[in-house]
């Protein structure tokens, strides 16, 4: 705003300045200072001066303008109306550069260009340029000097709503990007409250994914180097039990008698200590017998109130939640593991029971076949001694029998031998 003003005043300055020394009017030299003031005001608003050029651009145009009437004035004359008349719509223009909000400016600048326009008659005491000035006080001046100042007040207000319309059309362009920005910001929003939520879940599966490894891990060391069933089995449902955060857990092992086959409870392990188990359930009996027939995992939130009851010190209590994974080694089910719950248990951790259920089943299954092969060795090294023995006996006997053959043979010969004598006694 003051940039154009600037422009505005300098142009007519320069007119100013052009018209005067074309009369050959002295005073020239006033209009002529007001070139380098405007550019002086450029020059600041460059450097981002923008205060300090808004405070010359409000008060230059009036100290220039009276100065300029105040030198026209000779020794004794009354001020030239004129000089009023061009001065008063100049001060419109601090109102034109500050807005209201500006108090301090605005109000020194508008008190500085109303005394400026007062004491033209005191500046020319120390003005004293000697020549004709009557012409700047003939109707025909004071006329142009009225039609020049509504052509500047119009040029001022042209300057003022071309820049409220860039201001309107900037602020309707600053108003369509905070738009923009906000409705970016939202997404941007949108989109971190989903990283924030992939974030979470991608940490919470990290966190199951370790705790699923280093279980495994655990169960996998304790696993190892153990023989005995019901020891293992009484230290995997511990650790089960407190992993899990259960209540109680059982172990079933497939058995068999007269040619029936069942599912045999093992072991039992309910609120950190092993209870005495001796259950027996039959091939698609209840969720255990269904589990085994159909070698898939069952897990239960609904359960019947009369399946069975937790004991805790709390008293008896139902479980909200129940899981029965079947335990399938070599594609042979050889057992199901169940594990009761006052809480819900999570996917990751029936995932993990999975799991371990395969090397549970492993670690059984070669427990099994280890057994079956101390049995069988049992079995063949008992033969082997029965074998031995039948065979020492035989040897026995065909050592009695060879003696036995050997003392008939000589038998035999000796009645030969007596034959014979008796042959030549009787032939002689």
Avoid at 77 to 89: K, L, V
Avoid at 95 to 107: I, N, Q, T, Y
Avoid at 136 to 153: D, G, H, M, P, S
Avoid at 373 to 382: A, D, I, N, R, Y
Wanted: charge should be neutral; aromatic fraction near 10%.
């Amino acid at each position: 705003m003051s940039n154009r003003l600037t422009l505005l005043l300098f142009a007519l300055a320069l007119i100013y300045t052009t018209a005067t020394m074309a009369k050959g009017l002295p005073i020239y030299i006033v209009p002529l200072s007001g070139l380098p003031v405007c550019i002086l005001i450029i020059a600041l608003n460059y450097y981002h001066k923008h205060h300090t050029a808004r405070l010359i651009a409000s008060i230059a145009p009036m100290l220039i303008t009276n100065v300029y009437h105040a030198a026209a004035m000779q020794n004794g004359e009354d001020p030239i109306t004129a000089s009023y008349i061009m001065g008063s719509c100049f001060v419109i223009i601090p109102f034109v550069l500050f807005d209201l909000e500006e108090k301090v400016e605005l109000l020194l600048s508008v008190i500085t260009c109303t005394l400026i326009l007062l004491s033209v008659r005191y500046l020319n005491n120390y003005i004293d340029i000697p020549f004709d000035s009557s012409f700047a006080r003939t109707a025909k001046y004071e006329f142009v000097i009225i039609i020049l100042t509504v052509f500047i007040v119009s040029l001022i207000m042209l300057v003022l709503l071309q820049t409220n319309k860039r201001a309107i059309l900037f602020s309707e362009k600053l108003v369509e990007e905070v738009k923009n920005q906000n409705e970016s910001l939202k997404t941007s929003q949108v989109e971190l409250k989903e990283y924030v939520v992939q974030a979470e879940a991608n940490k919470k599966k990290d966190r199951e994914r370790s705790w699923e490894a280093n279980s495994l891990a655990a169960f996998t060391e304790l696993l190892r180097g153990e023989n005995d069933l019901h020891k293992i089995s009484d230290l995997l449902l511990s650790k089960v039990v407190k992993s899990l955060e259960a209540n109680q857990a059982a172990l079933y092992i497939i058995q068999e008698r007269d040619h029936e086959k069942f599912l045999k409870g093992i072991s039992c392990y309910a609120h950190e200590r092993k209870r005495f188990f001796e259950k027996e359930i039959l091939i698609g009996e209840g969720v255990v017998g269904q589990s085994f027939f159909e070698k898939e995992t069952i897990y239960m939130t609904d359960i019947p109130n009369n399946y069975f009851e937790i004991t805790s010190g709390l008293g008896k209590s139902f479980p909200k939640s129940l899981l029965a994974v079947p335990l399938i080694a070599n594609e042979e089910t050889i057992g199901v593991i169940e594990i009761a719950s006052f809480h819900e248990i999570e996917n990751y951790q029936k995932q993990f029971i999975e799991k371990l259920g395969e090397n549970i089943a492993s670690v059984f299954y070669n427990i099994q076949n280890n057994k079956r092969t101390e049995e069988l060795l049992k079995e063949v090294q008992h033969l082997n001694k029965d074998y031995q023995k039948q065979e020492k006996e035989l040897t026995k006997k065909i050592e009695r029998l060879k003696s036995e053959k050997r003392e008939v043979e000589y038998r035999e010969q000796m009645l030969i031998e007596k034959i014979k004598k008796l042959e030549d006694t009787f032939g002689k």
